[in-house]
């Protein structure tokens, strides 16, 4: 988070059939000038939630004189993916400030920070479908990459050859989800609910969910019934409390939930219950991070020492989910 300018992955990690990344972006307070030179990935989806901050993106429409960015670069092969640049053109203007959500698919045009008033940090969710992503699986190679960057800073840059010419965008448009929305999710004693699940490229769906959780006491040594999905990965961002998860190992007696409940269809997508075994003892707080690969064991209401609010970006690879 800062001091400078950057999108810094915190992790990128492989969840079988693609990679999945937590980003950290930051902005100075600052205002770009009109006409907007900006971007679309063409493979990467994201869901941006902020943090801290305060700020206006410009988000949507097309690319005027659409070329690809130096496939070879840094940038390319660590943060965006393969990307196309051009001048914005047609977009929408949308205010952010702490605890909104932008979900921008692959093919959008976006400048999340066009104007930054008041200085931020936003999370980036990046799911890179095609594995194109360096991978940052730790936090030794998550410090390597910011050295990397700190040394940079500074040293001229070779010119980039012409870029071949590209689409101008892709088929797709952008959700925004206030914190009121999302707010307006956090109540009762346990509840996991949609905010939003939209269509994305790659035969894909991506959500944004609430997990909301009141205080409640873990039993030492009673069984923890628990379950995995069969094909949803997550990241869990801690906006605010504290407790322990249980995580990883392995189910006993493992059974297919009903594939009709409505919380297969809605929450889960196929999911696997039983009796965890083995897993790891994880203390969190605001501000934590998990990312929970499609097949890993979890539950995140083991223990709860204060209420916890979540939010829980879904890969669903397979458009299992409904749509919200």
């Known amino acids: 988070m800062g001091p400078t300018r950057g999108d810094r992955p915190a992790r990128v990690v492989n969840i079988g059939n693609a990679n999945l990344g937590a980003y950290i972006l930051h902005y100075p307070a600052m205002k770009n000038s009109l006409p907007a030179n900006s ?52 977009y929408k203007t949308q205010k952010w400030s702490a605890g909104d ?12 920070g066009f104007e930054v008033t008041v200085p931020n940090d936003i999370l980036r969710v990046a799911f890179d479908p095609n594995k194109a992503l360096k991978l940052v699986p730790n936090h030794d190679a998550s410090i390597a990459r910011l050295r990397a960057e700190g040394q940079a800073q500074g040293q001229a840059q070779a010119a980039a ?53 009141e205080p409640r006491k873990a039993t030492p040594g009673a069984p923890v019934t628990s379950f995995y999905h069969s094909e949803i990965s997550e990241l869990y961002y801690v906006v605010r409390g504290a407790g322990t998860v249980l995580i990883g190992g392995e189910l006993e007696n493992a059974t297919w ?38 097949g890993v064991p979890h539950s995140f209401t083991y223990e709860i020492n204060e209420r916890t609010d979540i939010v829980r970006a879904v890969v669903d690879p397979r458009r299992s989910l409904e749509l919200k």
């Open 257 to 294: 939930d009903d594939s009709n409940s409505a919380s297969i269809r809605t929450v889960r997508g196929p999911s696997v219950n039983g009796t965890m075994k083995n897993p790891k003892s994880v203390k969190f707080t605001a501000g934590d991070i998990f990312i929970v690969q499609a």
């Open 101 to 112: 959500v932008i979900v921008v698919p692959a093919g959008v045009p976006h400048m999340i």
């Open 161 to 213: 050859a012409p870029g071949k010419a590209a689409p101008p965008n892709m088929p797709g448009t952008f959700t925004f989800i206030s914190k009121a929305d999302l707010e307006a999710l956090m109540k009762g004693n346990i509840a996991d609910t949609p905010a939003r699940v939209v269509n994305i490229p790659n035969n894909s769906n991506l959500g944004a969910f609430v997990l909301h959780i």
């Open 39 to 90: 971007f679309y990935h063409a493979e990467i989806s994201e869901l941006y939630y902020v943090i801290r901050g305060e700020g206006t993106a410009l988000l949507g429409g097309e690319l005027e004189n659409p070329k690809w960015n130096d496939p070879n670069s840094t940038t390319t092969k660590e943060i965006t993916g393969p990307t196309v640049s051009g001048t914005m053109k047609g």
